[in-house]
């Protein structure tokens, strides 16, 4: 293995100075750009199974999965056969095919909240998201939303507030060009507090469309639910007429089959899937209960269209790869893994003298450089991001690719096994060791 340390990544600052001239900041999404980390990013030429492999020649054990889909691994032989086979057949029509049903039952069928429902496809879950609050908001007549401190649901407008993962990153508490109107029904909570959703919605449950909440945040870190968390949403959005909106772009096939609401056993009335939904390839959805799905034009007033929705390349590879997982599911094996992963990283910090806080849930992880619980985007603003930092440098000079923030999770695939786990573990021992003064 070679390793993308200091003395070999002349190509990939080439690039990056390269790209900085014709790119703001020269990424085309922020946490890319490795700003809270330090040095110049490793620019990719391919990837295979666990790894990557980058412009200086360096071979990478990878976490960060295209940030959460590469559940079974890069560039698996199916769906690549499955993405040319459809390339060869056209990239685009702009008009239905037979592949769009094939892919709408199956993930009606897989999803606990779709399986009497509705989905429509996108091509990102920044435009999942913002559709589906569109729609909660047609069909309640309501104009207030409720979303979590922290909380990352892309970069719609009435979104980007105290919203986590990249923003958080670059200190960033909103967005420039966002006009304040636009955010007045934009109501915030803490997350994992269910008492003060209880005291928000005794004063305006009358008057909120939708709760959108990530049922195992992600953009803060892993933080999982706390006890009685979800189930008691579900209980005050019943009780209220709120739609509940699970964002399920990152957990949706990550955490179980189903999703998070699967593993938890609490169900939303819309969801929003992305990444692992389209196998690598520019494809999201929403959907939930017909009669709020049937408010979608054209059977509803609700708008919401899109060119390349649904289109072909992207949903073969979506199709590809959830029927792998409905004939082999990877699930059993990737808690092994992962546990293997997140426990020894724990035991490594201690080892060395640095609190270190895991969260992990099925095969997503985090290690928070702190001591204590974190249960929220407070409890991880209390990570020691400078210590992160010269972790994350560490690791990547010794072939370990883990992304670029404090507040990202971690993923890890069916194409990971116990050796390259166990490697990983023995660099984060070296790393360990070599900040523990600093």
């Not at 009685?228 to 007429?241: D, F, M, V």
């Not at 938890?264 to 990444?275: N, Q, R, S």
């Not at 092994?336 to 609190?355: E, K, N, Q, S, T």
């Amino acid at each position: 293995m070679t390793s993308h340390d200091g003395r070999a990544q002349a190509r990939s600052h080439a690039l990056f100075e390269a790209a900085r001239r014709t790119i703001p900041g020269g990424v085309n999404s922020p946490v890319r750009a490795f700003a809270s980390v330090g040095g110049a990013p490793p620019f990719i030429t391919r990837a295979k199974g666990p790894f990557l492999y980058t412009e200086d020649g360096a071979e990478l054990i990878d976490y960060v999965g295209t940030w959460g889909p590469a559940l079974i691994g890069h560039a698996h032989p199916e769906v690549v056969e499955a993405v040319c086979k459809a390339a060869a057949d056209g990239l685009s029509f702009g008009a239905a095919t037979r592949a769009e049903v094939d892919f709408a039952e199956l993930v009606c069928a897989m999803v606990p909240s779709l399986r009497d429902g509705m989905v429509r496809l996108t091509c990102s879950g920044t435009e999942a998201t913002m559709s589906a609050l569109r729609v909660a908001r047609g069909f309640t007549g309501r104009h207030k939303i409720v979303k979590m401190d922290g909380a990352y649901h892309g970069h719609a407008d009435v979104l980007l507030v105290a919203a986590g993962s990249g923003a958080a990153t670059l200190g960033i508490p909103g967005s420039a060009g966002v006009p304040p109107k636009v955010v007045e029904d934009t109501l915030l909570l803490p997350h994992n507090d269910l008492a003060a959703a209880q005291a928000l919605c005794a004063e305006q449950g009358d008057q909120i469309a939708a709760i959108i909440v990530e049922p195992v945040a992600g953009n803060m870190g892993c933080v999982p639910p706390a006890p009685g968390y979800l189930e008691g949403l579900r209980a005050l959005c019943s009780t209220h007429g709120i739609v509940l909106v699970f964002d399920e772009v990152m957990t949706g096939f990550r955490v179980a089959r189903g999703g998070a609401q699967e593993r938890y056993g609490v169900t939303p009335d819309l969801t929003c899937l992305g990444k692992i939904v389209g196998g690598g390839m520019p494809l999201a959805a929403y959907g939930g209960r017909r009669d709020i799905m049937q408010s979608v034009a054209p059977l509803g007033p609700v708008y919401q269209a899109g060119t390349l929705s649904g289109n072909p390349l992207s949903v073969a590879a979506g199709l590809a790869t959830l029927r792998i997982i409905e004939r082999d599911p990877p699930y059993a094996r990737l808690e092994a893994l992962a546990a293997r992963l997140g426990d020894g990283l724990v035991r490594r910090a201690a080892a060395a003298g640095i609190p270190l806080t895991g969260n992990r849930v099925g095969s997503m992880l985090t290690g928070f450089f702190r001591a204590g619980a974190v249960t929220n985007y407070d409890d991880a603003k209390g990570s020691d991001t400078a210590r992160f930092a010269r972790f994350h440098q560490q690791m990547l000079a010794q072939g370990i690719y883990l992304a670029p923030s404090q507040f990202e999770a971690a993923f890890v695939s069916a194409a990971h096994d116990e050796a390259l786990v166990d490697r990983t573990l023995d660099a984060a021992a070296g790393a360990f060791a070599a900040i523990a003064g600093a």
